[in-house]
């Protein structure tokens, strides 16, 4: 878990270790839907024929920092969602606003590691598309669990310092949004892809760069969120929660491609976990639409959760 504390109740080291008593929980396998599935570009789905050992997560204290700047009321849609590799067309943008059933749309807006370029997205294109009346999910690809197998996404979190490079990658996304005129109180959602379960230092690393993802937008005047695979990130997150790790992200995105519409938790959290309007989930991936006469991939969400304002 991660509390903070005091100046006063640190030592010079300024890390305290402690062991914490919550473990992992047991996985849950992958459908056959997701299984079957080629992973989206920085959407891949998790498929685990076992789950392994729960791993046991350490307690990491750190000073407090300064608090958090006010933020505006959170903005919330429920409905349908879409998210694709590139920002479209702004004329596709329109027919399908006019069209399709969707009504929120995931851009990535920063990271070193996301899967394609972004010529359109602009400040002017976000202003045009919220104009139209569509609901933004801003998404942060950046570092991986040092435990990941993608080639396509070399960088990955260093355990030694995965809450400093948290700190530096939330800056990084925070600008992003000032750039794109998105406001204060808007949700960035870190996209960790899916990894392999039972390792502790590669789970306590990821929940550290999020801890320190979160703890960094909180002090930016953003809300922070987090994507990942219901199977291992997700899994991993509910965990540290239980643990009592703070401070975690506002919102949570889960990917389970099973087809299923609906914000539930896939067995992976809690009734009680990122329950009040705080949930997304990626419920199929890699699919053609064609909505008033203009066709995009995509992959398809069910959304109860923050969006940009």
Partial sequence: MI????PAALTAASLVLLLATDGLPDGSTASAAERGAVAAPGRAASA????????????????DRPAPRPQTARRLFTGSGFDACTAPPLETMT?????????????????????????????DWVRQVVAMGWQLMPTHVGRQAPCSTLRNKPNRIDPATAVQQGQAEA????????SLGLGPGSPVYLDIESYPRGDQTCAQSVVDFTVGWTQQLHLEGFRSGFYSSADSGISDLAAAARAGSAPLPDA????????????????????????????IHQYQGNVQETWGGATLGIDRNQVDGPVAS
Wanted: net charge positive; charged share 15%.
């Fill in 171 to 178: 800056a990084e996304a925070a600008a992003a949004l000032r």
């Fill in 95 to 123: 027919a399908w606003k006019q069209s399709s059933p969707y009504g929120a749309v995931g851009l990535y807006v920063s990271g070193s590691q996301r899967g394609c370029s972004q010529p359109r997205l602009t400040a």
């Fill in 252 to 279: 949570v995105w889960y990917a389970r491609w099973d087809g299923r519409a609906d914000t539930t938790g896939a067995g992976s959290l809690d009734p009680g976990q990122w329950a009040n309007h705080q949930r």
């Fill in 48 to 63: 685990q024929a076992a789950a392994p050992a729960p791993v046991v997560l350490r307690a990491t204290v750190l000073a």
């Fill in 3 to 6: 509390r903070y504390l005091g």
